[in-house]
Structures are given as C-alpha cells and as structure tokens.
Antibody, heavy 119, light 108 residues
Framework: QVHLVQSGAEVKKPGASVMVSCKTS????????IHWVRQAPGQRLEWMGW????????KYSERFRDRVTIARDTSASAAYMDLSGLGSEDTAVYYC????????????WGQGTLVTVSS | EIVLTQSPGILSLSPGERATLSCRAS???????LAWYQQKPGQAPRLVMY???SRATGIPDRFSGSGSGTDFTLTISRLEPEDFAVYSC?????????FGGGTKMEIK
C-alpha cells in the first residue's frame, strides 16, 4: 500500500529556514509527482509546488518562488521541501501529496508536518 | 489564478439527509480537472472525487459529483455520521493549482 511519511514538527525563529522530508513507499517513486501544500490555521489549502522525481523538474507557485526549493532523492524514494526567510505567516501544517505534473489529483497524502515560526 | 468559491461555508444537517455542496470557479476549469477532498480535524485531506464525477478508491456510491466549466457540485445522498467533515474543492488543470475555502458539514 502507498505511504507518504513526513518528518516531525519544527519550531523556527523568524528569518530561519526549514526543511520537511517526505519518504514514500508502496509504489514506483519516479512514476508520480510529489506536490507540497500548506494549510495555515483556519485557512484554505495552498499549493506550493511540485517535483517530477523522474527527471527532477520542478514548478513553484509564484507566491513562494523566491523562497521554496523542492528536491528529491530517488535512491531513498523521498522528496524534500525547503522554505527560507520564515515569518510568522508561514506557521502552518505542511503536506506532501502524490499527484502528477498535469492531469491527476492528489490521491495520497503525508500526515502533515506542523511548522511553527516564533521568536 | 483560478479562484474557487465554495458555498455554503457551514452546512448543518442530520444523518440520513441529503447534502449538496457547491464550488464555483472564477474561470473555466481546464479539462474539468476538478476534485473534492474530505478533511477531518487533525488529519490530512482525503481524495473523494476527481475529474468532476469519478469517485476515488474506497469512496461509497452515496457520493456523487457533477458540473462543468465553472460550476460544480458534490452531493452526498444519505449522510452517515462519518461524512461530517470539511470538504474542499480543487482545480488541478491550471497552474497555480488552487483550492476552495471549504464547506464544513456539521451535525444538526
């Protein structure tokens, strides 16, 4: 069965960076894109970007383009999301999800990682 | 960017009743790539419906989806206690991918 398991909760200071990992199992890692989505308290889900694990191509939301980097390690079947220049508005639960680069929804999700930004 | 507006914000119904959730897009959704997710407190979203009317794996047939272009509906024919949750629509046909603000279904 398909599983996406994310790294644990993080507390960061303003201006710092955070990296969240997403380890996958139960399917061929290079056959599906990994997307990153966040949800701030009481807010709607917000898409941040995706990576194609097959070739490493990435696409980012303009809102995060200057601050986010998504990478993958095919040998570990894992994806990573790095967000820099953290502010209090980045306090949210961050999810990885399996999808495609163009025509498939998010059919499996990680459990979520709470990132708290506080001085 | 396609903005998705969901209504109502909160829907209070009793088990056994029929639920109708609306999702309206600010422009036409490409290829009708419109999905619905169910989310319970403290949990990740779960895919319920994709491509407007295709049920995801394991979703019972009391869930149905309809619509095209800019207006979409998720219908739950006879509510079960486990159906009370927040439902969010998503368009995945155009970048940036976007989500609606959600409809919270609560027990009346």
């Amino acid at each position: 069965q398909v599983h996406l398991v994310q790294s644990g909760a993080e507390v960061k200071k303003p201006g710092a960076s955070v990296m969240v990992s997403c380890k996958t199992s139960g399917y061929t890692f290079t056959n599906y894109a990994i997307h990153w989505v966040r949800q701030a308290p009481g807010q709607r889900l917000e898409w941040m970007g995706w990576i194609n694990p097959d070739n490493g191509d990435t696409k980012y939301s303009e809102r995060f383009r200057d601050r986010v980097t998504i990478a993958r390690d095919t040998s570990a079947s894992a994806a990573y999301m790095d967000l820099s220049g953290l502010g209090s508005e980045d306090t949210a639960v961050y999810y990885c999800a399996r999808g495609s680069t163009s025509d498939w929804p998010f059919d499996f999700w990680g459990q979520g990682t709470l990132v708290t930004v506080s001085s | 960017e396609i903005v998705l507006t969901q209504s109502p914000g909160i829907l209070s119904l009793s088990p056994g009743e029929r639920a109708t959730l609306s999702c309206r897009a600010s422009q036409s959704v490409s290829n009708n790539y419109l999905a619905w997710y169910q989310q319970k407190p403290g949990q990740a979203p779960r895919l319920v419906m994709y491509a407007v009317s295709s049920r995801a794996t394991g979703i019972p047939d009391r869930f149905s989806g309809s619509g095209s272009g800019t207006d979409f509906t998720l219908t739950i024919s006879r509510l079960e206690p486990e159906d009370f949750a927040v439902y969010s629509c998503q368009q995945y046909g155009s970048s940036p991918l976007t989500f609606g603000g959600g409809t919270k279904m609560e027990i009346k």
